[in-house]
């Protein structure tokens, strides 16, 4: 049992380290082309970099707008139940769905 462990152990740092050498050749590699490039390979570089993280800005930006909705509704919620239990006025435990995002369900 304690073999299996320490084999486990070993495989895991050594695909960890592995990885890490991958990455750091990876960036090199990516280094030198940028360095060795013309002015217009460095422009033609530097847009598609700004593409890609204006791509991420608009992602988390995204998920930023289901965060906010998220507890919009749900302060909503809070303050409109009062002092009541989990369920509606009827006593029932009903449900709807929250704007914005299709999935997440909440008590009425």
Do not use: N
């Amino acid at each position: 049992m304690m073999y299996t462990g320490l084999f486990a152990a070993v495989i895991f740092t050594g695909t960890i380290y592995g990885a890490g050498l991958k990455t750091q050749q990876e960036w090199k590699t990516e280094k030198q082309k940028v360095q060795e490039a013309s002015v217009d390979d460095k422009v033609a570089i530097m847009q598609q970099r700004r593409k890609d993280l204006e791509r991420q800005k608009d992602e988390i930006e995204a998920k930023l707008d289901v965060l906010r909705a998220r507890v919009k509704a749900k302060a909503e919620f809070e303050a409109g139940q009062g002092g009541q239990g989990a369920g509606g006025s009827d006593g029932s435990a009903g449900f709807r769905v929250l704007p914005y995002h299709p999935v997440l369900l909440c008590a009425q």
